[in-house]
């Protein structure tokens, strides 16, 4: 898991993290928004947003839509996705910071809104230096090889189970009989 926190003095800030599900091979990015902040200390917490749908988003994502962000991310340029499901539509992108008119890294924003309730939208921004793009691109990778392993497994086994299973339906041979077959 990659983690990304950037909380500030004026609570605008978000975390997010991108990681691997090893049971299934599944794919996730969250965000969370900033919950509070500390003056004295100047640091941020996400703690109280936690389980609040509105301040948080989890998307699943595709092992293609992974290679999008890492392709972005080579290319330079900007990778977008949409997901809608029964309650809701999340959009993203992922692309090119920009500051005066210069680069500074890359942005991820995503929004998401109710589907019987539009009124219902929240909005999420992440900005990532070019260290942190260059870090989130290998984690990508690492997690992309996991998912290659995991789905290799899955059909080693599957293979495995159906050899059984058909060893289990073919007759048994009588000995001396040559059929190879």
Request: hydrophobic residues 30%.
């Amino acid at each position: 898991m990659v983690q990304f926190y950037k909380p500030n003095a004026k609570m605008t800030g978000s975390a997010c993290q991108f990681y691997l599900n090893h049971n299934d091979g599944s794919f996730f990015s969250t965000l969370i928004k900033q919950a509070s902040w500390d003056a004295g200390k100047k640091t941020g917490s996400f703690q109280a947003n936690k389980k609040d749908p509105t301040k948080n988003v989890i998307i699943k994502l595709s092992a293609g839509e992974v290679a999008g962000f890492i392709s972005a991310i080579e290319r330079n340029t900007e990778f977008k996705g949409y997901h809608s499901s029964s309650q809701q539509v999340v959009q993203f992108s992922f692309g090119p910071y920009m500051r005066d008119g210069s680069q500074v890294g890359f942005s991820y924003s995503v929004s998401k809104q109710g589907k019987e309730d539009t009124t219902q939208k929240t909005s999420f921004l992440m900005g990532l230096y070019f260290n942190e793009a260059t870090l989130l691109k290998k984690h990508l990778e690492f997690l992309l090889n996991k998912n290659f392993e995991i789905q290799e497994q899955k059909l080693l086994e599957s293979s495995r189970q159906d050899q059984y299973n058909k060893s289990e339906l073919q007759p048994q041979q009588e000995s001396g009989d040559d059929d190879i077959w």
